[in-house]
């Protein structure tokens, strides 16, 4: 039977959310994965180091073993660069909301003032602190990655030491802008590599499709294949894994948000191979990041095996992407 | 109090569906509309004479008097000239759909071959039978029925005598086309009057605003608007009603069609009052389809009033467009 053997893969971003759901949820990521940039946008959103000292408790309490490291982010306001450096050690990164623009983003910016923004992401230079981002702005739905492009291009140019991490890039358009600054960076999920907006409402109306951002035309799911099927060396995989449960997706007004982190290792597998890309996935699942965020993750090894999976019908209360499909990766073994 | 007369209001595009979903739905229409152009994609879909005469009578005894036409139409296929001699007293147009492309469109037409329609549609012709078409190709779901231009264009040319309304149009593509030939008209949905993608799924996903042709870019709402509040003496309201049990629109493969048929009028009074122009509701809502389809309804005075009406939760089991939300007008009175 066919193998394939992936070291410390890495999700570049994930949510995890907390209470019961964290508890349910966490195990699943810290058993396939080494570790993964969490998401701050809790209700409140993690501003603090207390907040970060105690998420990061909770979330090592809900995984069941030492080998799943959590890489902490802070939610983005204007911090002072004393608050940034009594936080540096704890966290991996800063994550920019616009404000509304998706689940629990109302405390976010909401002009992007450069002027006003300059102490802070000053120090994030400074202190290495990558700033990740999630590039929408308010127009038209398929219009709002595009039109961010501009936002990204003041950033990357007025702050050229910063890392600017473009998160879960869904367009042509943040593809062609990646290698234009030596400061860009970017995420890609699993969905983003399957998904277009035909498979969100192209035939029936699939909630646990929707997310945001949106996916997009076909012509934009052929150039993030193109970089991450190259792992081109400024892009990586970060799920965006998002639950929510059954009775928010499935209704009238279902909220925005994928749930994969327990397949979306299988899933690439297959789409690598599909692409006879596999020797590539490596790097796209974990080196890449490595080298980007300059972390080092604990040994892990995932061995996966060509083998037919069927996706549960749900994970606790949260049904995922592929619910009751088969997949034809399963995961063989963890070392 | 403001108050507004419509005279034999038409729906020229309505789904009633069948058995207990009609009982519930056509005395909504039947209310307010003096006659309605019935869509024939029943399962199995309306292709014969018995079939056009024991649907009619279905609906005549769904509805609670005789002021309500159901101007019957049958389900596109190739017919001979003599088939359609037998049925043309009873029917009013003919419906195309292209196979599989929404609701019970499975026997529609797989392939635009002219020469393979050239006997029914000539027929349809001489016989002054005009052709309803549910324009959208099997695309990418946002240039469907820009992409099926070509169509229209086609059948236009070669078939120069015969009426073909394209209906429920959605992009400015369409709009374009209206007097680019004699023969093309239209029907315009009160939902793509309101609505773009972004209420679709720009903020949480909203499956009753879920429809088929689904709604556009804000670009394409202004280019309805313009020829629909200008009343285009080509341009018809036609409805496109389409009700579903609440349990298949709130879920996974949520059903498309939006169901609007007991508040249109209402709607389409606030939305032409808003823009200065209720005195071209009258040939939006009637006169222009009289003149197209050469129809004299019954005589029918509904009166609406500017004052505020909760659209309620359900009707029977079906969830309409702004449940529980107030609208400007209501109905005052029908005679």
Same mark, same amino acid.
């Given at each position: 039977m066919k193998t394939h053997t992936l070291l410390?893969?890495? @999700?570049?971003h994930l949510h995890l959310r907390d209470g019961v759901m964290l508890e349910n949820i966490a195990p699943l990521s810290a058993y396939s994965f080494s570790g993964a940039i969490v998401m &701050?946008?809790?209700? &409140?959103?993690?501003?603090s180091l207390e907040d970060v000292q105690a998420y990061k408790k909770r979330i090592m309490a809900a995984v069941p073993n030492d080998y799943f490291e959590p890489y902490m982010t802070l939610f983005y306001k204007n911090y002072d660069k004393k608050f940034l450096e009594s936080v540096v050690d704890e966290i991996t990164a800063i994550k920019l909301y &616009?404000?509304?623009?998706?689940?629990?983003? @109302?405390?976010?910016? +909401? +002009?992007?003032d450069i002027e006003q923004m300059r102490e802070t992401l000053e120090a994030m230079s400074e202190l290495e602190i990558p700033l990740c981002v999630h590039g929408?702005? @308010?127009?038209f739905v398929m219009d709002r990655e595009a039109e961010f492009m501009s936002i990204y291009e003041l950033l990357a140019q007025n702050f050229p030491k910063l890392k600017i991490i473009m998160e879960h890039i869904t367009t042509k358009e943040a593809v062609a802008i990646l290698d234009k600054y030596e400061n860009l960076y970017a995420t890609i999920t699993v969905h983003h590599l399957l998904l277009t907006l035909d498979d969100v409402i192209g035939g029936m109306m699939m909630p646990h499709h929707f997310c945001k951002p949106i996916a997009k035309r076909p012509e934009d799911l052929d150039a993030l294949l193109s970089v991450a099927l190259e792992a081109h060396p400024k892009v990586m995989f970060g799920s965006d894994s998002a639950p929510h449960p059954q009775h928010k997706k499935e209704a009238s007004g279902c909220a925005a948000g994928i749930f994969t982190a327990p397949i979306a290792l299988q899933i690439l597998c297959e789409i690598f191979e599909q692409y006879d890309k596999l020797e590539n996935l490596q790097a796209f699942v974990s080196d890449n990041a490595q080298n980007i965020y300059g972390i080092c993750p604990e040994f892990k090894e995932v061995t996966l095996v060509k083998e037919e999976f069927i996706v549960p019908e749900k994970y606790a209360n949260v049904v995922p992407i592929y619910a009751q499909n088969a997949l034809a990766w399963s995961i063989e073994s963890v070392e």
């Amino acid at each position: 039977m066919k193998t394939h053997t992936l070291l410390m893969p890495l @999700d570049m971003h994930l949510h995890l959310r907390d209470g019961v759901m964290l508890e349910n949820i966490a195990p699943l990521s810290a058993y396939s994965f080494s570790g993964a940039i969490v998401m &701050p946008n809790l209700v &409140p959103p993690v501003t603090s180091l207390e907040d970060v000292q105690a998420y990061k408790k909770r979330i090592m309490a809900a995984v069941p073993n030492d080998y799943f490291e959590p890489y902490m982010t802070l939610f983005y306001k204007n911090y002072d660069k004393k608050f940034l450096e009594s936080v540096v050690d704890e966290i991996t990164a800063i994550k920019l909301y &616009p404000a509304g623009i998706t689940t629990n983003s @109302d405390g976010g910016v +909401s +002009s992007f003032d450069i002027e006003q923004m300059r102490e802070t992401l000053e120090a994030m230079s400074e202190l290495e602190i990558p700033l990740c981002v999630h590039g929408e702005t @308010d127009g038209f739905v398929m219009d709002r990655e595009a039109e961010f492009m501009s936002i990204y291009e003041l950033l990357a140019q007025n702050f050229p030491k910063l890392k600017i991490i473009m998160e879960h890039i869904t367009t042509k358009e943040a593809v062609a802008i990646l290698d234009k600054y030596e400061n860009l960076y970017a995420t890609i999920t699993v969905h983003h590599l399957l998904l277009t907006l035909d498979d969100v409402i192209g035939g029936m109306m699939m909630p646990h499709h929707f997310c945001k951002p949106i996916a997009k035309r076909p012509e934009d799911l052929d150039a993030l294949l193109s970089v991450a099927l190259e792992a081109h060396p400024k892009v990586m995989f970060g799920s965006d894994s998002a639950p929510h449960p059954q009775h928010k997706k499935e209704a009238s007004g279902c909220a925005a948000g994928i749930f994969t982190a327990p397949i979306a290792l299988q899933i690439l597998c297959e789409i690598f191979e599909q692409y006879d890309k596999l020797e590539n996935l490596q790097a796209f699942v974990s080196d890449n990041a490595q080298n980007i965020y300059g972390i080092c993750p604990e040994f892990k090894e995932v061995t996966l095996v060509k083998e037919e999976f069927i996706v549960p019908e749900k994970y606790a209360n949260v049904v995922p992407i592929y619910a009751q499909n088969a997949l034809a990766w399963s995961i063989e073994s963890v070392e």
